[in-house]
């Protein structure tokens, strides 16, 4: 589903891939985070799709305002509710900002923790 404006001058549509991709580069900005996992039923669409930007992110509308889950691996040791923050803030500002769709919520899922293995090994 795409989400769609008009204007004056004519119409304007904004893919869900588009969307997912700015979502996932803004997720994986925050430090912490050591990127998205595939959900089960994303697993099945992505044999059959050379994209896979849409990774680890669903999505729908809801009264014309977007709402995003993303399931996300962070590393050992961070704090869980900073990092799920800091991403919800900029997966909204970014999609909000690029786009000027209304991002009403952001759902995050912490689907495993990474654990940093070259400084594990030196200690």
Do not use: W
Not at 31 to 45: D, E, I, R, S, W
């Amino acid at each position: 589903m795409a989400q769609e404006s008009m204007n004056g001058t004519g119409s304007l549509k904004i893919s869900e891939e588009v969307l997912a991709t700015i979502a996932s580069i803004a997720a994986k900005e925050i430090n912490g985070v050591t990127g998205l996992v595939t959900t089960p039923t994303q697993g099945f669409k992505m044999m059959f799709s050379k994209k896979n930007n849409s990774r680890g992110i669903t999505m729908e509308y809801i009264d014309g305002e977007a709402v995003l889950n993303l399931f996300i691996n962070i590393k050992y040791g961070v704090k869980i509710s900073d990092v799920a923050e800091s991403v919800q803030l900029s997966v909204k500002n970014a999609i909000q900002n690029m786009t000027g769709i209304c991002v009403s919520k952001v759902n995050i899922h912490i689907a495993g923790l990474v654990l940093d293995t070259e400084n594990t090994k030196s200690k």
